[in-house]
């Protein structure tokens, strides 16, 4: 997470490099999606389906799992209702890795994909925000010879499109150590959700953000509210907002995603 807002007068503190725990204030996303009456609260995630031509060790991706886990402080977040409040924390490491290993070698070819297609769902219904776990891991073991599939879940209360790519790049790095026999070397962690959600609350409610505060709640109160231009010319009226949906094709989607596909051993120089 960025270290932003910060007050100017305030001095750089070193991250914590251990396991973050305890209360967290939620931040402003997190109460909109809380409130948002949304039907299914727990299986509101992100999801990633990725096709590993290798065939993958389930030993070490448990491994891996866990050294996400223990990196990522946010992935132990836990969310409890009380009353008309939520409140949220970060709890430690119980030893329940949230990884699983389904063999699907017995099935033929043709079975293999709706089968994926069906734990897949079914796996996305197992996210719990007041016990956890806020990430789940599962391996389709399609056999030897057979493509299997990695799937990634995590809650979106714990993890955002900006966020996504930095865990499976890290998943990826881990597991590529691990089966290369080195040594676990992650990026240092920088400043903790923690400690972010803590300066934004406290960046809110510094006095000169109530001016914001008006200027805003005036603005969206009117209809006919017009969006800023950068040209300063055209009708840009909040009512007039639209949503365009695009899909990328094969091609552009591997583009995107290529960087955090890669679950190999990367290539050593000779010595």
């Known amino acids: 997470m960025p270290a932003w807002p910060r007050s100017d007068r305030e001095p750089e503190v070193p991250a914590d490099q251990g396991l973050v725990t305890g209360e967290v204030e939620l931040t402003p996303i997190q109460r909109m999606l809380l409130t948002a009456d949304l039907p299914e609260l727990h299986h509101y995630n992100m999801a990633m389906l990725l096709e590993v031509e290798d065939q993958l060790r389930p030993s070490l991706l448990a491994i891996a799992v866990e050294h996400l886990m223990r990196h990522h402080d946010a992935l132990r977040?836990?969310?409890?209702?009380?009353?008309a409040e939520w409140r949220q924390a970060i709890v430690g490491l119980d030893g329940a890795v949230p990884f699983s290993h389904l063999d699907l070698s017995a099935l033929p070819d043709a079975d293999v994909g709706p089968a994926i297609e069906r734990l897949s769902a079914e796996q996305q219904t197992t996210?719990?925000?007041?016990?956890?776990?806020?990430?789940?891991?599962?391996?389709?073991?399609?056999?030897?010879d057979r493509p299997g599939r990695l799937l990634v879940i995590v809650h979106h209360l714990a993890c955002d499109v900006v966020s996504w790519p930095i865990l499976l790049e890290d998943l990826a790095g881990v597991y590529a150590q691990l089966r290369c026999g080195d040594a676990i070397a992650l990026p240092a962690k920088t400043t903790?959700?923690?400690?972010?959600?803590?300066?934004?609350?406290?960046?809110?409610?510094?006095?000169?953000?109530?001016?914001?505060?008006?200027?805003?709640?005036?603005?969206?109160?009117?209809?006919?509210?017009?969006?800023?231009?950068?040209?300063?010319?055209?009708?840009?009226?909040?009512?007039?907002?639209d949503r365009v949906r695009l899909v990328l094709g094969r091609e552009e989607t591997v583009a995107t995603l290529g960087a955090s596909a890669a679950l190999g051993c990367p290539s050593r120089p000779s010595s």
């Open 192 to 241: 903790s959700f923690q400690v972010w959600a803590r300066r934004l609350a406290e960046w809110g409610r510094m006095p000169e953000r109530r001016e914001d505060l008006g200027f805003w709640q005036r603005e969206c109160a009117d209809p006919g509210a017009r969006l800023p231009c950068a040209d300063g010319h055209g009708e840009a009226v909040i009512a007039d907002l």
């Open 77 to 83: 977040l836990r969310l409890r209702r009380e009353g």
């Open 127 to 144: 996210l719990r925000l007041a016990d956890g776990p806020l990430l789940r891991v599962v391996f389709f073991d399609p056999g030897r």
